[in-house]
């Protein structure tokens, strides 16, 4: 593990296993520095126990750098639970799981997830306090984060649009949505209400079915969708998508997605800057469902209030678009440095006390 690519210092990684219930997975704490680690739970079927580790590493990483840039009094971390093929993860393996976080007393907040609802939550709240994305009564913050990640992704999209195009107004833009699940689902909604044309891609096909009717969505195959002659790409599957293979093929000027890790590596971002496509760092774009769960677990906001702080992505992201022009530098190298300038000074202040 310490010889891995996506082995970045972590502080901690758990590997475990309830052999009542037959729960395996790895929780990543990658740090600690700004508050306790917080990043939610994917439930997964990995090809091997290795494409697991890989994955929590990576998104764990993320998850400091996401927090810090949104300016969250919270570290980063995330846990996979590795799902069986063909068999969903039951409420045993939940309490579980639960039973795992309780024993990290605090290091580590989980929530929901790829492949994890609010439900599913509430099975692990029931063994441990440190959860977040549970439902909530009247004002509070909280609940199913997805919308507040699709609301981020839409203002990430505005402000690459005002970046890339010189156009305020979505009416009439083409974008191309690769994943309906919970997130790609509610952004098509909101870019349908804003009069965009919608090409999208799902290997649910019922999920496609119904955005073509809702949406008036034109459909294409999953292979086909990050190749499509758009305004504006918006990865929100899964991650890796964006690499040596697939940029040379890119035809929209602008990616802008609510997946992870859409770099497969650090130089991609390069490789995408030469190409003058504009690129929004997904941790920087997708980081409304945390600042909602963040805002949850600390009680530190209102349900309104949350979608006030969400909609700051667009300023952020507006920022780094112009010092990305100024400097030359590809967006995803701006926005790290802004990541660890924070996580520098969290250490710092630390240090003084």
Known sequence: MFSSKAFDGHEGVTFFSDAA??????????????G??????????YDS???????????????????AVAGLPMGGGKAVIIREPGKPVTAAQFEAFGRVVNQLAGRYVTAEDVGVSVADMACVARNTRYVSGLAQDGAAAGGDPSP??????FCGIRAAVQARLAIRELRGLRVAVQGLGSVG?????????????????????A????????????????????????DVLSPCALGGI???????????????????????????????????ILYAPDYVINAG????????YLKSATEDQVWQRVARIEQTLTGIFLESTATDTPTNLIADALAHERMHAGRMTAASH
């Open 289 to 296: 469902g945390i600042i909602c769960a963040a805002s949850e």
């Open 36 to 45: 306790p680690a917080a990043g939610g739970c994917r439930a997964w079927t």
């Open 21 to 34: 219930s037959g729960l395996r997975g790895i929780i990543a704490i990658h740090s600690t520095t700004l």
């Open 242 to 276: 964006l690499n040596a293979q697939s940029i040379p093929r890119i035809r929209a000027p602008i990616i802008a997605g609510g997946a992870n890790n859409q770099l497969a590596t650090p130089e991609d971002g390069q490789a995408l800057h030469d190409r003058h």
């Open 148 to 153: 507040k990640t699709a609301y981020g992704v």
């Open 185 to 205: 689902r509610h952004l098509c909604e909101r870019l349908h209400e804003a009069g965009a044309e919608l090409v999208v891609a799902d290997i649910n096909t």
């Open 49 to 67: 126990d290795e494409a697991a580790l890989q994955d929590v590493l990576r998104l764990s990483r993320g998850m400091s750098y996401k927090n």
């Open 207 to 230: 999920a496609c079915e119904d955005a073509r009717v809702k949406f008036q969505a034109r459909v294409v195959a999953p292979e086909e969708i990050l190749f499509q002659d758009v």
